[in-house]
């Protein structure tokens, strides 16, 4: 969807009006949420990318995994190339989990399964654009490997999400629509419910249609919905 402000943003062709109407997907980028500059600009520190959050996001709504929190007073790493490294400018955030990598630290069990997912999406910068360079530290290092396949950038990491984690994503959404739709957070005592909406879901062909009258349907969603009409003072 793109008016003539977001086709600008965009740098492709105007669509001469100022209302959203549909447009083909960007050959750059290509469709859904990971490429929205909305989605982008809201996990940046507002000056620069922050891959960090952009993993942490991922991980916890997409694929229904949020990682845990981090322990109290963690060190920071040294924001600059070591020695034999060209001096005055910072270390990107590949090379920083690489720093981590090296030197063992407690970090890394956390940062092994967020990092990753972030890096990948620094070829965008924080307002969603793209991008070869970043601004004090020279260019744009997007390529890791999760679970040991490479992922060079965003269609890659796209691509993978769609092979490899199809079923964690489904999983994740339909928890994320239960929780939504009964007004609470979830608990063990869902997880069967959980499980019926989720193979109905892909039985559909994941049709969001199948996903909503399923639990529109539901015992829960109905339970203590419905309450008697207010009487007043009448006995």
């Given at each position: 969807m793109l008016n003539d402000m977001m086709a600008e943003h965009y740098g492709v062709p105007p669509v001469h009006t100022a209302r959203f109407v549909r447009a083909p997907a960007l050959k750059t980028r290509g469709g859904g949420i990971l490429t929205q500059g909305s989605f982008l600009l809201g996990h940046s520190n507002g000056q620069d990318a922050h891959a960090i959050k952009r993993g942490v996001w991922l991980r916890g709504r997409l694929l229904g995994d949020p990682p845990a929190d981090p322990p109290p007073e963690i060190p920071r790493l040294e924001e600059r190339p070591s020695a034999g490294k060209p001096q005055g400018r910072q270390l990107s955030i590949k090379e920083k989990f690489d720093r981590h990598l090296a030197t063992g630290t407690t970090c890394y069990d956390c940062h092994k399964d967020i990092d990753p997912w972030g890096i990948a999406m620094e070829g965008f910068d924080a307002v969603g654009l793209p991008r070869t360079r970043i601004v004090g530290a020279g260019l744009v290092m997007k390529d890791v490997a999760i679970a040991g396949r490479p992922v060079n950038g965003l269609l890659p990491l796209k691509q993978y999400l769609f092979e490899k984690h199809r079923d964690d994503f489904s999983r994740g959404f339909t928890q994320h629509m239960l929780s939504?739709?009964?007004?609470?957070?979830?608990?063990?005592?869902?997880?069967?419910?959980?499980?019926?909406?989720?193979?109905?879901?892909?039985?559909?062909?994941?049709?969001?249609?199948?996903?909503?009258?399923?639990?529109?349907?539901?015992?829960?969603?109905?339970?203590?919905r419905i309450k008697e009409p207010h009487r007043g003072n009448n006995k």
């Open positions: 939504y739709a009964l007004g609470r957070p979830l608990t063990y005592r869902d997880e069967q419910q959980i499980a019926d909406l989720q193979a109905a879901f892909k039985k559909s062909g994941y049709q969001m249609r199948s996903l909503i009258h399923a639990i529109a349907t539901s015992p829960d969603f109905g339970a203590g």
